[in-house]
């Protein structure tokens, strides 16, 4: 086995872990999502019907959706739902975005990572600084580790895809590309 297979079959073990992490994410957030669905229909329920709205349903709704959120941010970036517009790639063809790739996802990790960063730092703050819920007093801290671990998969992905790009640098095509 030459020294490029065995890099690029390195690459693609990790990217299946990343793939694998990112879906049980996925699930999270969609096990969430039919929660969140549940809960708005018996609080619509109580509140109209029965004229008797359920106490802290915001709150539930609040961290539910973070969580929905958390679960789609990594499985969207690897499944390449993320909004994005590639006129460079349009324009130039992989002779420019073989260049530019390097660049984009270099950053696009280090923003990533320092927003995972951001979440974790602010998460720990805690109750004296108030990240709690108003009725319930949920403290947003396992939620603000939910959504950091998810953007650090998210920049863990785009350093794998640079590498992988850089593995791939020379090809007519990246293999992570989304069409």
Do not use: W
Not at 92 to 98: A, C, F, L, S
């Amino acid at each position: 086995m030459s020294e490029l297979s065995k890099r690029i079959t390195f690459a693609d073990r990790g990217l299946h872990g990343i793939d694998r992490i990112s879906g049980v994410l996925a699930v999270i957030g969609g096990a969430t999502t039919v929660f969140l669905v549940v809960m708005t229909v018996i609080a619509v329920f109580f509140r109209y019907v029965l004229n008797n709205p359920i106490f802290g349903v915001d709150d539930l709704s609040q961290v539910a959706l973070s969580v929905v959120v958390a679960g789609s941010i990594a499985y969207g970036a690897r499944a390449g739902a993320h909004v994005h517009v590639d006129i460079l790639g349009m324009v130039g063809g992989r002779k420019v975005t073989r260049y530019t790739d390097v660049f984009v996802r270099g950053v696009g990790a280090l923003i990533v990572g320092m927003a995972a960063y951001g979440l974790v730092d602010q998460g720990l703050c805690g109750m004296r600084c108030g990240h709690f819920t108003p009725n319930l007093g949920i403290p947003h801290l396992p939620f603000y580790m939910l959504l950091a671990a998810s953007m650090a998969v998210y920049s863990v992905i785009l350093v794998s895809e640079l590498i992988v790009g850089l593995i791939h640098f020379r090809a007519d095509e990246d293999p992570n590309e989304h069409r």
